[in-house]
C-alpha cells in the first residue's frame, strides 16, 4: 500500500485510488471561477462566455465531476448568481453527479484566495478530510480528463506534495513560467507570474497550465502563508510551490505533450482558439462514433449534442444546445437545431430553423421550415415549404407541405393541411387552441379561428374560414357564393385598349351591369378619335 507524505510526516492517508466508475477516493475538487477577466472586455464574467455552446467554467466542473464524483467546489464572485444558476442547470437531474459546492469569494484577492475560501466545504464531516486536492482554474476548457488523470497519477507515484501541469509554448507571454531547480532532477522551485517576472525569467518558455494536485494536509496551511506582495496585490494560489520546495517537499510536475490543450482564455481571441480546437475535437468524436460529414469543416455541434449511427450531415449544419439526433437521418445544408430531439431516419431538407422541438422517427422535414418551442411532429409525419408551427402536434402521418402557420393546435392521425392554412390562434389578448381530429381533409387557405374543434374525417372546403365547431364526417364550406359575368373581362379590356381610365361613375364597374351604356361607349369612342397615340 502506497501512503503519500504529509507536512507533518507522521500521519498516515489513505491512497488515491478508483472505484469502477473511475471516480478518485479521497479527492476533492476546487474550481476557481470568481474572477470578471478584465481582459476579455465584457459586461459577463470570462467563464460564462460559452465555448461550444457550454460556459467555460462547465468544462472544468464537468472534469472535476467525472474524476471526484461528488466532493467538487466552485469558487464564484462576478455574477456569482448567474455562475451559480448555470452550473445548477447543468449538473441536476444528470446521473452519478451529486450537488456541487458553491462558494463565494466577495472580493477578488487572487486565485489563492479564492481556493481558501473553499476550506468550510471540506471541513471534517463523516467522510474525513480529502486526501487530496484537485485545483482548477474555470477558464481552461480544452484540458482533457486523461491529462488529469496522468496528473494524480504521477502526483501518488512521486509521493509529490504539489504536482503541476506545465506545457512548453512558443509565445509563453501572459502565463506564470515555471522556474526549475538546479538538482539533477530538474524538480519546480517556483512559479513567478508573468508581470512579476525579469527579464531572464520571461525567457522561460515552460508555463503553469493552472492545474493542481496538491496534499491535503498541506493545502490550507501553506495558503494561509501567503503573503500578497507582488505586482498585482494578490493572493497567488502559484505561491505555494514556493513554500512546498522550501520547507522540503516533493513538488512534481507533469509536462503536456499537446500544449494547446493547456490555453487559459483571458482573451476574445483565446476564446476564439479554444472555440476552434473544441469544435474540432467534437466533431472528430462523432465521426468516430460512425457519423458521416460531407464537410466537417463547417459543421457546427455543440457540446452536449449527441448523433446516432449512419446519420449524414451536409455542410452548413448548427447543432445546438441539447440537441439529440437518431440515427439514419439525412440533415441538409443550412439548417440550425437548437435543444431538439429527432428520432431515427428523419429527413430534414435545405434552410429550416427549429427549437425545442421534437421529431419522431421517419418524419420528413423541409425545406424552409420553422418550428418555435413545444413543437410534437409525429412519426412519418410531413412538414414542407415555408410552413412555420408553434406549441403544436402534428399527428402520426399528417401532412402541412405549403405555406402554414400551426400554433397552439393538436392535429390527429392522417390530417391533410392544405396549402396556406391559418391558425388564427390570437385575438389581440389571448392564445387559443385549435383541435383537429383524425383524418381531417382541410382544403387550401382554411383558416381556423380558435378555440374550434374539427372532428374527425371531416372535410373542410378550400377558402373556408371555420368559425364553429364541426361534427365529425362532416362537409364545412364557408365562403362567398361565386358570380360569373359573361363578356365582362372583354368588354373591360375593350374600354381600357387605348391605356385610359375608365371614367367616373361608369356602370363597367358594377357587378350588376349586364350591358355597357352605349352613351358611355359613344362618349368613349369620341375621345379616343381627339386623342394623338
Ligand atoms: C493563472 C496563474 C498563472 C497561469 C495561468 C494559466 C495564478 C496567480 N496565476 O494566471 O500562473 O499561467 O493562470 O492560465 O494563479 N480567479 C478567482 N478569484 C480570483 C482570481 C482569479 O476565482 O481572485 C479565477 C478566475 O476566474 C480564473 C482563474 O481563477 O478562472 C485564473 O485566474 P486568471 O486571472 O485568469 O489568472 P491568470 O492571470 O491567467
Ligand atoms: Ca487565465
Redesign the pocket.
Known amino acids: 500500500m502506497k501512503h503519500s507524505r504529509s507536512i507533518a510526516g507522521s500521519t498516515v492517508k489513505k491512497p488515491v485510488s478508483s472505484d469502477q466508475q473511475g471516480k478518485m477516493a479521497g479527492l476533492a475538487v476546487v474550481?476557481?471561477?470568481?474572477?470578471?477577466?478584465k481582459r476579455m472586455r465584457s459586461k459577463q464574467?470570462?467563464?460564462l462566455h460559452p465555448v461550444a455552446g457550454q460556459a467555460m467554467?462547465l468544462y472544468?466542473v464537468g472534469l472535476g465531476l467525472h474524476v471526484a464524483g461528488e466532493r467538487v467546489a466552485v469558487?464564484?464572485?462576478?455574477q456569482a448568481d448567474l455562475v451559480r444558476q448555470v452550473i445548477a442547470r447543468a449538473t441536476s437531474g444528470k446521473s452519478g453527479s451529486a450537488p456541487v459546492a458553491i462558494v463565494e469569494?466577495r472580493?477578488?484577492?487572487?486565485?489563492?484566495?479564492?481556493v481558501l475560501q473553499s476550506r468550510p466545504v471540506f471541513a471534517v464531516g463523516k467522510r474525513g478530510a480529502p486526501s487530496n486536492y484537485l485545483i482548477l482554474?474555470?477558464?481552461?476548457p480544452l484540458l482533457q480528463e486523461t491529462t488529469v488523470r496522468e496528473l494524480l497519477r504521477v502526483h501518488e507515484a512521486e509521493r509529490a506534495t504539489v504536482t503541476v501541469l506545465t506545457a512548453v509554448l512558443a509565445d509563453a507571454s501572459?502565463?506564470?513560467?515555471v522556474v526549475r531547480t538546479n538538482s539533477a532532477e530538474g524538480g519546480v522551485s517556483r512559479?513567478v507570474?508573468?508581470r512579476d517576472a525579469n527579464a531572464e525569467e520571461r525567457v522561460i518558455r515552460e508555463?503553469?497550465?493552472?492545474t493542481y494536485v496538491v496534499d491535503g494536509e498541506f493545502l490550507f496551511r501553506a495558503l494561509e502563508k501567503l503573503d500578497p506582495s507582488n505586482a498585482?496585490g494578490?493572493?497567488?494560489?502559484?505561491?505555494i510551490i514556493r513554500l512546498a520546495e522550501r520547507a522540503g517537499h516533493r513538488v512534481a510536475a507533469v509536462v503536456l505533450d499537446n500544449p494547446d490543450e493547456?490555453?487559459?482564455?483571458?482573451t476574445r481571441r483565446q476564446l476564439a482558439e479554444a472555440e476552434q480546437v473544441v469544435r474540432k475535437q467534437i466533431r472528430d468524436r462523432w465521426l468516430d462514433a460512425g457519423v458521416t460529414m460531407i464537410d466537417p469543416a463547417s459543421t457546427w455541434i455543440d457540446a452536449a449534442v449527441t448523433i446516432g449511427k449512419d446519420t449524414i450531415v451536409h455542410p452548413n449544419v448548427m447543432l445546438e444546445g441539447s440537441t439529440v439526433i437518431g440515427e439514419d437521418c439525412v440533415l441538409r445544408s443550412f439548417i440550425r437545431l437548437t435543444d431538439c430531439i429527432v428520432g431515427n431516419g428523419v429527413e430534414i431538407l435545405d434552410h429550416c430553423v427549429f427549437t425545442d422541438s421534437h421529431i419522431e422517427d421517419d418524419a420528413h422535414l423541409g425545406p424552409f421550415v420553422h418550428l418555435r418551442p413545444g413543437v410534437v411532429v409525429r412519426k412519418k409525419a410531413k412538414v414542407g415549404n415555408f410552413v412555420e408551427m408553434k406549441k403544436t402536434d402534428l399527428g402520426e402521418g399528417s401532412k402541412a407541405n405549403h405555406l402554414s402557420y400551426l400554433g397552439d393546435a393538436k392535429i390527429g392521425k392522417g390530417v391533410n393541411i392544405g396549402a396556406g392554412t391559418i391558425t388564427c390562434n390570437y385575438d389581440g389578448l389571448h392564445k387559443f387552441q385549435t383541435v383537429i381530429g383524425d383524418g381531417v381533409f382541410l382544403g387550401s387557405d382554411t383558416q381556423l379561428i380558435a378555440p374550434v374543434t374539427v372532428g374527425a374525417r371531416a372535410i373542410i372546403a378550400a377558402g373556408t374560414t371555420v368559425t364553429e365547431d364541426v361534427p365529425a364526417d362532416a362537409l364545412v364550406i364557408g365562403r362567398v357564393p361565386q358570380v360569373n359575368r359573361a363578356g365582362w373581362a372583354a368588354r373591360r379590356r375593350a374600354l381600357l385598349a387605348d391605356g385610359g381610365a375608365l371614367p367616373p361613375g361608369s356602370k363597367l364597374t358594377s357587378l350588376k351591369a349586364d350591358k355597357v351604356s352605349s352613351k358611355s361607349s359613344q362618349k368613349n369612342s369620341k375621345s379616343t378619335k381627339g386623342r394623338t397615340r
Open positions: 474550481v476557481m471561477a470568481a474572477g470578471l477577466g464574467a470570462k467563464v467554467v472544468s469558487v464564484v464572485g462576478h469569494q472580493e477578488q484577492l487572487g486565485t489563492g484566495h479564492a482554474n474555470g477558464d481552461t501572459g502565463y506564470g513560467r512559479i507570474e508573468d508555463i503553469n497550465v493552472g498585482q494578490e493572493y497567488y494560489l502559484t505561491d493547456g490555453l487559459g482564455v483571458n
